[in-house]
């Protein structure tokens, strides 16, 4: 029964299935032939399996009209260029240790994101966790005097040679030292994100750096281009070039303009005459050498005018010269800021009450009052203190106390252990001299905290 009824039902159906069948046949042979002939006029080249990956669609090498959506478009040229411009810019950002204006910059790329800037946003994070909080309690400060550009010049023979020879540094010396530092593990740091006042007293700021790496901070003392060095191989002042950056002027002539006021007149501007700007330089090479931009301190007196301009001997000179001294010194000051610089009160006087600590009271206000009247109104307000001639006080010592309640909560002598505390309300950062007389008679404090001087000393230098 069962046989039979299957019997006939198959051979009930079997014409149409073989028409059907065929009819199957003939549309699978055209789809064949028309695919062949496609495939042949296709100028791509059939991918062979072996040039894809397994699992890799082959949507995009098929000649078959597509349902998938299509590839997304490739970028114009124009678009690929504002990209890696931003790509370059969250670069230097994130090099130069600015790591949330990195993030922001990639987080809002709107058109331009893509897997590359997702790649990099994910390093800047990644490198921004990374940081440890500095431990160990050793901090570092170096310092400079303005440097000897012209060593035939500084190192000449005639009285002042020695005190070169001991407290300056050449050109060619703080260059070399620049890589050593780096090499090191240091990285410029800003003294004034090192602390800061809570509640009226004063505590140390937590530091964040990669591992490893070590906060210094750099200061230059007495950079006023006094008229004693105006011949001597150094720099006459500083300037500002159009797009901002700090200049050194060398070369020129010589002014006499009476009571041992001497300035020059012309000159070119340079950009190694000084730290300002061979530091500026090396950072925008080596930007992983400064913590967000940090440079270091310019530490100016105030009787001989600042960075070159002697704007506290005013009545020397006519009037369209003091206007155009003031307008140089304030922008001057301004570009220092903005590149990174702080700027620091050395006295006024720098008189040897200073150094004997025979100062009076009355001296004190004096000195410290016409700084603050004469000086910081052009070079802007500061709380950094770099003592003349290094020379510390008790904490208690009134004249001390008198620095600390005019502001200055930030305190700097000379000490190669380069100690750093706070106590009440200010801070004190010990430094250390690295010039001439440090590195030929004292190399070990060098070598104890930074690198062995001796290599890269100057043989200009006198015997
Ligand atoms: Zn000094």
Same mark, same amino acid.
């Given at each position: 029964?069962?046989?039979?009824?299957?019997?006939?039902?198959?051979?009930?159906?079997?014409?149409?299935?073989?028409?059907?069948?065929?009819?199957?046949?003939?549309?699978?042979?055209?789809?064949?032939?028309?695919?062949?002939?496609?495939?042949?006029? *296709?100028?791509?080249?059939?991918?062979?399996?072996?040039?894809?990956?397994?699992?890799?669609?082959?949507?995009?090498?098929?000649?078959?009209?597509?349902?998938?959506?299509?590839?997304?478009?490739?970028?114009?040229?124009?678009?690929?260029?504002?990209?890696?411009?931003?790509?370059?810019?969250?670069?230097?950002?994130?090099?130069?240790?600015?790591?949330?204006?990195?993030?922001?910059?990639?987080?809002?790329?709107?058109?331009?994101?893509?897997?590359?800037?997702?790649?990099?946003?994910?390093?800047?994070?990644?490198?921004?966790?990374?940081?440890?909080?500095?431990?160990?309690?050793?901090?570092?400060?170096?310092?400079?005097?303005?440097?000897?550009?012209?060593?035939?010049?500084?190192?000449?023979?005639?009285?002042?040679?020695?005190?070169?020879?001991?407290?300056?540094?050449?050109?060619?010396?703080?260059?070399?030292?620049?890589?050593?530092?780096?090499?090191?593990?240091?990285?410029?740091?800003?003294?004034?994100?090192?602390?800061?006042?809570?509640?009226?007293?004063?505590?140390?700021?937590?530091?964040?750096?990669?591992?490893?790496?070590?906060?210094?901070?750099?200061?230059?003392?007495?950079?006023?281009?006094?008229?004693?060095?105006?011949?001597?191989?150094?720099?006459?002042?500083?300037?500002?070039?159009?797009?901002? *950056?700090?200049?050194?002027?060398?070369?020129?002539?010589?002014?006499?303009?009476?009571?041992?006021?001497?300035?020059?007149?012309?000159?070119?501007?340079?950009?190694?005459?000084?730290?300002?700007?061979?530091?500026?330089?090396?950072?925008?090479?080596?930007?992983?050498?400064?913590?967000?931009?940090?440079?270091?301190?310019?530490?100016?007196?105030?009787?001989?005018?600042?960075?070159?301009?002697?704007?506290?001997?005013?009545?020397?000179?006519?009037?369209?010269?003091?206007?155009?001294?003031?307008?140089?010194?304030?922008?001057?000051?301004?570009?220092?800021?903005?590149?990174?610089?702080?700027?620091?009160?050395?006295?006024?006087?720098? *008189?040897?009450?200073?150094?004997?600590?025979?100062?009076?009271?009355?001296?004190?206000?004096?000195?410290?009052?016409?700084?603050?009247?004469?000086?910081?109104?052009?070079?802007?307000?500061?709380?950094?203190?770099?003592?003349?001639?290094?020379?510390?006080?008790?904490?208690?010592?009134?004249?001390?106390?008198?620095?600390?309640?005019?502001?200055?909560?930030?305190?700097?002598?000379?000490?190669?252990?380069?100690?750093?505390?706070?106590?009440?309300?200010?801070?004190?950062?010990?430094?250390?001299?690295?010039?001439?007389?440090?590195?030929?008679?004292?190399?070990?404090?060098?070598?104890?905290?930074?690198?062995?001087?001796?290599?890269?000393?100057?043989?200009?230098?006198?015997?």
């Amino acid at each position: 029964m069962a046989k039979g009824k299957y019997a006939r039902h198959s051979s009930g159906v079997k014409l149409p299935v073989i028409l059907i069948m065929v009819v199957v046949a003939i549309i699978a042979v055209i789809f064949a032939v028309t695919a062949l002939v496609r495939s042949l006029h *296709n100028e791509e080249p059939m991918p062979s399996i072996s040039d894809k990956l397994p699992g890799q669609s082959q949507q995009q090498q098929s000649s078959q009209p597509s349902q998938e959506p299509a590839a997304p478009p490739v970028d114009d040229a124009a678009t690929q260029a504002r990209r890696q411009e931003l790509l370059d810019q969250a670069e230097r950002l994130m090099q130069g240790y600015y790591y949330d204006d990195a993030i922001e910059l990639l987080q809002n790329a709107g058109e331009l994101t893509d897997t590359s800037t997702a790649a990099l946003l994910q390093d800047v994070r990644k490198a921004k966790e990374s940081l440890v909080k500095y431990e160990g309690g050793q901090y570092y400060h170096i310092f400079f005097h303005s440097l000897v550009a012209d060593t035939a010049k500084a190192f000449d023979g005639d009285r002042e040679e020695d005190g070169y020879d001991d407290f300056m540094t050449t050109v060619s010396e703080f260059k070399a030292m620049l890589p050593l530092l780096q090499e090191a593990g240091f990285i410029l740091y800003d003294i004034t994100d090192m602390m800061e006042i809570v509640d009226g007293k004063a505590v140390m700021k937590d530091i964040y750096l990669p591992a490893g790496k070590k906060p210094l901070v750099l200061s230059i003392d007495d950079v006023n281009y006094y008229t004693y060095m105006l011949d001597d191989g150094f720099a006459s002042r500083l300037d500002v070039d159009a797009d901002g *950056n700090i200049v050194t002027i060398m070369g020129g002539t010589i002014i006499d303009h009476g009571e041992g006021v001497s300035t020059v007149e012309g000159g070119e501007p340079t950009y190694d005459g000084d730290v300002m700007p061979i530091l500026d330089a090396y950072v925008k090479e080596h930007p992983e050498f400064s913590w967000q931009g940090a440079k270091g301190i310019v530490a100016i007196t105030g009787y001989a005018g600042a960075f070159g301009y002697r704007i506290t001997d005013l009545h020397l000179f006519d009037e369209q010269t003091q206007q155009w001294m003031l307008d140089k010194t304030t922008q001057v000051a301004q570009a220092l800021r903005s590149n990174g610089w702080q700027i620091a009160c050395h006295s006024y006087t720098h *008189n040897q009450y200073w150094n004997k600590k025979t100062i009076t009271m009355k001296e004190e206000e004096y000195d410290i009052g016409r700084w603050l009247g004469e000086i910081a109104p052009y070079v802007g307000d500061t709380n950094i203190f770099i003592s003349p001639f290094g020379v510390s006080f008790d904490g208690d010592d009134q004249r001390f106390r008198y620095l600390v309640d005019h502001g200055f909560n930030i305190y700097c002598p000379v000490d190669s252990y380069q100690p750093c505390y706070v106590r009440d309300d200010y801070m004190i950062q010990g430094r250390i001299n690295l010039d001439g007389l440090t590195m030929k008679n004292y190399p070990e404090r060098v070598i104890r905290h930074f690198f062995d001087p001796t290599p890269i000393i100057d043989p200009a230098r006198p015997e």
